[in-house]
């Protein structure tokens, strides 16, 4: 699906960031790996060549603007072009009325949730041009659901939909693709080990934990990281050639939009 393609993968973190980069691989692409960490990078690099692939790790700091150059400078320097951007990084606000979050910190958060993928675009946009390239932008299930304490995610997720909406109006014209992927809960090591805490803190078991939150999904389960990195590889892909400004849900149906 994606073979003589490079995709920049942004937010290797260690559940859907390296999955978003193992999945590109196994589809045929070369890969630039973006995080913070080096070592994950290594490690998720070493996955990568495995398949036969080439990787470049890049340590970025992606709130960034100085940062954020850099690495797509050496992405085009060592690979030519950029056919693909999937960024999947985020940071998490606490969980807290609105009417009590710090407005300086929500700036910062903002900051990465947003305006950095923005400031990727804006920096990809001659090479995926050039390269009738794609654009997917990870956002959240939080855009549909009324669950309180998220007040400020949900304002950043709703301001990261219209970003990615603007941006393919205003790239869609040159052949490029702008779309959205929304995840819910993501069956990873992140979730499990807060359902344990969850569980630990009502004397009950992890499962019970996962079987309360599945119950309330079409297909009774959780996806897994690479589910929901399937859904940025296809439509990463000339499969989904016809679809830009979109926002695809991948819950288990546990909203419907």
């Not at 060592?78 to 999947?88: A, E, H, M, Q, S």
């Not at 969980?95 to 979050?101: A, F, G, P, V």
Request: hydrophobic fraction near 45%; charged fraction near 20%.
């Amino acid at each position: 699906m994606l073979a003589g393609k490079v995709v920049l993968v942004c937010g290797v973190g260690p559940d859907l960031g390296r999955s978003m980069a193992v999945r590109s691989a196994q589809a045929g692409a070369d890969v630039v790996l973006v995080a913070r960490t080096e070592s994950r990078l290594r490690s998720v690099a070493a996955e990568v060549e495995a398949l036969g692939r080439k990787a470049l790790s890049v340590p970025t700091d992606l709130a960034d603007a100085a940062s954020r150059s850099e690495m797509v400078r050496r992405s085009l320097a060592y690979f030519g072009r950029v056919d693909g951007l999937i960024n999947t990084a985020f940071i998490q606000p606490p969980q807290e009325r609105l009417l009590d979050t710090d407005l300086d910190a929500m700036r910062g958060w903002t900051d990465i949730n947003v305006l950095a993928s923005v400031g990727l675009v804006q920096l990809l946009a001659d090479t995926l041009t050039e390269n009738r390239g794609s654009v997917v932008l990870v956002n959240s299930m939080v855009l549909r659901n009324q669950l309180p304490g998220f007040g400020a995610y949900r304002m950043d997720k709703a301001a990261l939909l219209a970003a990615a909406r603007s941006l393919s109006v205003e790239l869609g014209p040159k052949g490029v693709r702008v779309n959205s992927v929304a995840p819910g809960y993501i069956w990873g090591d992140k979730v499990r080990r807060s359902f344990e805490r969850q569980a630990a803190a009502r004397g009950v078991a992890a499962d019970a934990i996962y079987e309360q939150v599945a119950a309330a999904t079409d297909l009774r389960r959780l996806p897994t990281p690479d589910e929901i990195a399937d859904a940025a590889v296809f439509l990463t892909s000339d499969l989904a050639s016809g679809i830009s400004g979109q926002c695809l849900d991948v819950n288990c149906g546990h909203t419907h939009h």
